[in-house]
């Protein structure tokens, strides 16, 4: 079966408070898709943080005497860094330019991912504006769910992501950062392969393969189309979480 | 524009010597595609490796005294551990069932890419049989993509994957090993973001994201339909190479 997957244009600029899932319906319209039991709709981080209102504005912070000590070591603004800290359950490693954190949602990423925010309209210099990310992705994508599916009846997948780097790889790829009713992993272990005479050892991340698909068709203008709907997700739909693709730290040979 | 990945059905099983530009046109004409500028065709390595004649009797190969070391804390055959060295530059981790190693070809893996080789008709015990990666995916990729363009005068790119696990998320995903004729990399470093203000940092793996979304629609019977056309990429062909992908030993953080 094809997958197919259509960046949606006519997502406006997203502010606290905007109902993403009104957003996202009134684009797959305009974008003449007719949404169907299966389909999978992505969103960008970004713009749910904004319509959560994780905004947060660097005056308003004090850094604290560890956060001005790496400060000095990441090369950051203290009062981010200070963020970083509280958005993060452990520092794993600081240079120039990044600190690599397990974040309190457990997964490893660069700077607790926060980015500056630019949501237009806010007051004072936009540089002091930075966006954390969703509390709970899980919950974010489980309540855009529950309006989409309300509203029209049909059974979807919602997933937020994300851009990671990789420990040795060059450039970031679109990353499950919460998600639900579709598979996080794919576990195909105890499967006969094609030959029948061995038996397969492999669980697949089918979350993070559509998290990087849907990533490469937002593109560059990444903030224009927030919003990618997806048919032909090859997997039965099912509930699952994050922490699904969180690998624990007693298996971690890198940390 | 909307991305569209097809599997390809009517792949026969891959033999050595087999001429996968052929079989891989065939299978487009059978799946009702025409190939047009700018598709993309993704192979999984085990075909490419199979039609290279990468395959290994186990009983051919005699364990240095290191892989006999290494075979009792990986838990493997050390005839296998020979391989595995012999495919490798250096070893990063070892544990029980599996040994992360930097490839000869630069990345860092599980067990060097060594798998077992499910080719059907191999005199002996089949579980003798391994199947290395391919000597040279980039050339690999330039060689099936050149045949194509000769044979139809369409300008396509080909790349090859396989699928990796990461340092802190449970699952493999889809992962380029080789390419030729699509980027490897799009560097969206100071280009204005959407506002104007701020100009972006971000390079991006759109072959990693594109490798993802093929092993995506392979699927559990990634050995039925090894090959997928891809439409709608979203940036310009170019040339490129697996080396773009590489992170530099001075940047790892995490080795």
Known sequence: ?????????????????????????????LNGINLRDGDILVLTQKIVSKA???????????????????????????????LILRESKSILRVRPGSVIVEHQLGFICANAGIDHSNVQGLSGNPEEWVLLLPENPDRSALEIRQKIETSTGVHIGVMIIDSHGRAWRIGVVGTCIGLSGLPALIDERGQPDLFGYKLRITIVSAADELAAAASLVMGEASEGTPVVHVRGFPYPLRESSLQ????PKDQDMFR
Not at 8 to 21: F, T, V
Not at 244 to 247: A, F, G, T, V
């Open 244 to 247: 699904e693709l969180i690998r």
């Open 1 to 29: 079966m094809t997958l197919t997957l259509t960046p949606l244009s006519e997502i406006p600029l997203i502010h606290p408070g905007d109902n993403l899932a009104d957003m996202a319906l009134s684009a797959i319209h």
């Open 52 to 82: 959560e209102n994780r905004l947060v504005n660097l005056t308003t912070i004090t850094p604290s005497k560890e956060a001005v000590e790496l400060s000095g070591r990441c090369e950051k603004d203290p009062r981010l860094v200070e």
